[in-house]
């Protein structure tokens, strides 16, 4: 490793130390709507977002399928919990659960479907894994859309009233909510740095670049990513959870198409090569899409004819990473760094030619 | 197994459900022994729209097997076409919301299904020739850029056509009717018919080119060995182009037959989308005649499963036939990773 990507490393570390002390004083920074609404939303998307990103940096596989697996956590959790209002009109199965059980419940669920979709779609990879997961995730909204006796007709609200004990109350201390979400995240960024390091994530690796290799040195190549799909639908019936917690309701929009493309836009905005990049897509998806909706833009639009809303937006700004940068805003400073001191980061994860992608 | 008993239980066992209650046999039909009758109208009910899937899918496979390009803009141009169709048949006969069937002549039907096609075709041509043609290869962000394509096509649908709200084509005056089939002894709606004969026809044109012109023979060559094909000096950019132009097309065409037996309303992109990545997950990528077997299957389960699955009383709406889409798919992905049809990676 040569000096000047070491002192890169050092530049990355000390600006992510200097933000995680800025968020961890969280109340004393921001003010109540940063805190609750950009922030705590940042945490939990940007979690789905990592484990978006862990498949598609160590497994080679881009999975379309992760905000099904938010929603199946979200939904099981929601069915589990709530118990029908009297003389309301009940949404979902109302079972009135213990909570704790119930959380257990909807991880275990979540990460057993993730294996099971997993299995099923272990045998192809690039494109075909994209299709087979979109697939996947359509069909993920479609059920909760037809099947209404688990969903509701309009969703299930009102599960942030069942929350354990030791996780105390949701609706109106939304600073706990904040500081377990920042917790969640930070164990699932630490949980995927250790995941990729154990013999398991360096063979996962090895699958990704050459799985013809690794399957004549005896590795089981659909278990690795089988396996791997379990681990990132677990991380992501995490994001579940605390979505939920903090929306108070789950309904079938959340796991639409729209929610699903959204994801992959943060996770490509951020940069599908490094775990980093989940929560700064996260965030500034989330600030975009707070502050730029209707404002000064969408009049501008107006203006030139165009018309349309956000959408338009964000698709252009979509648009625009992804032709100018394919890494994300990651990318984006691996490539600013490389250019203000003249070299080229061998960490690099080279994720638009990859190998993977060039596949057919 | 599963697939025996499912044939089977359509076959025999679905009873039809009583007024109150019932059990797990009862279905909104009966059995083909007991009620045949309604047993062939929903055999006719899948294969019409196995021929609208055909349509719009056998683009969506065209595009991939030559070009490696997963389209995920295929709905949004499905969308699109029905809109303007709409768009341009609402200003041909000059009516408000509403047309009357019987005021619509066949002339006034395809006009406008031309016109959505042809303008299709050039937005497909525009997307592959600024977007596509210069990254070719790298297949996921070709699949991430018509991603961030159809999200904004998606929101400037809502903005400038009839507010994204549904609407529908009017079918020509002269097929608005129920027929009554030889043989089977029901009456049919003819428009259903029509469908059905339209991707027929989409079928036989798409074999003859492909199969019976020079044209067609480079597209096939070039799905087989895109390398070699331009190696022997084939303009394959050409053939690229020409692939996007009819793929697209057929898109466009099929938002315009989907939106006259239907509807055509904002967010049936991603449900298009769905179907032809379902049809030609099943088929395998880049075979006409796969793209025909899924659009069968899917056309086939999609409706039995919707009338013949087990109803309880009490909960109305709630249907898994879905589930069963789900199951087709992992039960051929199961035994064949590439499609009923394709070809090993």
């Known amino acids: ?56 940096a160590y497994g080679g596989m881009i999975s379309l399928a992760q905000t099904a697996m938010m929603g199946a956590a979200g939904f099981i959790l ?52 994209l299709m087979i997961t979109l697939t996947y995730s359509v069909i993920g909204f479609y059920f909760v859309g037809q099947v209404t006796n688990v969903s509701g007709f309009s969703g299930i609200s009102g599960i942030n009233s069942y929350t354990p004990g030791f996780v105390g109350d949701m609706v109106n201390d939304r600073y706990r909510l904040y500081y377990i979400a920042l917790g969640v995240a930070i164990v699932v960024y630490v949980l995927i740095r250790y995941v990729v390091r154990t013999p398991f ?55 639409g198409l729209q929610a699903t493309i959204d994801l992959l836009i943060v996770a ?48 252009l700004v979509f648009l625009a990473i992804v032709i100018v940068s394919p890494d994300g805003l990651i990318g984006l400073w691996d490539r600013l760094w490389g250019l203000a001191t003249g070299s080229r980061d061998p960490d690099r994860p080279a994720m638009a030619p990859s190998p993977a992608g060039q596949q057919s | 197994m599963l697939v025996g008993f499912a044939l089977l239980y359509v076959v025999v066992i679905a009873e039809p459900t009583p007024e109150v209650g019932g059990n797990w046999r009862t279905t909104n039909f009966g059995s083909l022994f007991d009620d045949w009758r309604s047993f062939t109208r929903t055999l006719l009910n899948g294969l019409t729209f196995a021929g609208l899937l055909f349509i719009v899918a056998s683009g969506f496979s065209l595009i991939f097997g030559l070009m490696r390009v997963v389209n995920m803009a295929h709905g ?35 006009f406008p299904a031309l016109v959505a096609a042809a303008t299709i075709a050039v937005v497909g041509l525009v997307v592959q020739q600024v977007f596509l043609r210069w990254n070719q290869g790298q297949e996921l962000r070709q699949a991430l850029i018509t991603i961030a394509i159809s999200v904004i096509v998606a929101d400037q649908v809502i903005a400038h056509f009839n507010e994204g709200i549904a609407s529908t084509i009017t079918w020509p005056g002269w097929t608005d009717r129920l027929v009554e089939l030889p043989l089977l002894g029901i009456d049919y709606s003819l428009t259903r018919l029509v469908v059905l004969f339209l991707g027929v026809l989409v079928a036989a044109a798409l074999w ?12 096939r060559a070039g799905v087989d060995d895109r390398q070699m094909t331009s190696a022997l000096g084939v303009n394959i950019q050409r053939t690229f182009a020409l692939a ?31 179907n032809s990545l379902v049809v030609v997950i099943i088929g395998g990528m880049g075979s006409l005649l796969g793209a025909a077997a899924g659009s069968l299957l899917y056309g086939l389960v999609f409706s039995f499963s919707a009338v013949y699955l087990p109803t309880t009383g009490g909960n109305c709406c709630t249907q898994y036939s879905i589930v069963f889409t789900f199951i ?8 064949r990773p590439q499609g009923l049809f394709g070809r090993a990676a």
Request: avoid cysteine; glycine fraction near 14%.
């Open chain 1, 268 to 315: 490509v905005i951020g940069g599908l090569g490094r775990v980093e990049g989940a929560w700064l897509g996260a965030l500034a998806f989330i600030v975009i899409n707070n502050y730029i909706r209707d404002s000064w833009l969408t009049e501008l639009l107006d203006d030139v004819r165009i018309g349309g809303s956000f959408n338009t937006i964000i698709g």
């Open chain 2, 76 to 110: 949004s141009f499905y969308l699109l076409g029905g809109y303007i169709a709409y768009e341009v048949q609402q200003e041909m006969t000059g009516q408000g919301f509403t047309i009357l069937s019987a005021e619509v002549t066949t002339w006034e039907w395809i």
């Open chain 1, 1 to 56: 490793m040569t000096g000047l990507a070491a002192t890169k490393r050092w530049v990355e570390r000390g600006v992510g130390l200097a933000a995680l002390v800025l968020v961890a004083l969280g109340p004393a920074v921001f003010n109540d709507y940063w805190a609750d609404a950009i922030l705590t939303q940042t945490f939990i998307v940007g979690i789905a977002a990592a484990s978006l990103i862990f498949l598609s």
């Open chain 2, 208 to 219: 003859a080119w492909l199969y019976r012109t020079r044209t067609g023979m480079v597209i």
């Open chain 1, 201 to 255: 994530g360096l063979a996962l690796q090895g699958v990704r670049d050459e799985p013809v290799r690794m399957s004549s040195l005896g590795y089981a190549v659909p278990l690795h990513r089988t396996l791997a799909f379990g681990f990132a639908a677990f991380l992501a019936s995490l994001s579940g959870v605390l979505l939920v917690w903090w929306q108070g309701q789950i309904a079938p929009g959340d796991i």
């Open chain 2, 328 to 335: 087709l798919l992992a039960l051929v992905l199961a035994f």
């Open chain 1, 78 to 129: 929601g069915n589990m919990v709530t118990q029908s209002a009297p003389g309301g009109e009940t949404k979902g199965l109302t079972l009135g659960w213990d909570p704790t059980l119930a959380i257990v419940l909807a991880l275990l669920g979540t990460t057993l479907l993730g294996l099971v979709f997993g299995a099923i779609a272990s045998r192809s990879t690039g494109i075909y894994f």
């Open chain 2, 244 to 274: 996007f132009v009819v793929g697209s097309a057929l898109a466009a065409f099929g938002g315009v037959v989907g939106a006259s037996q239907g509807a055509v309303a904002a967010g049936q992109d991603g449900q298009w989308l769905l």
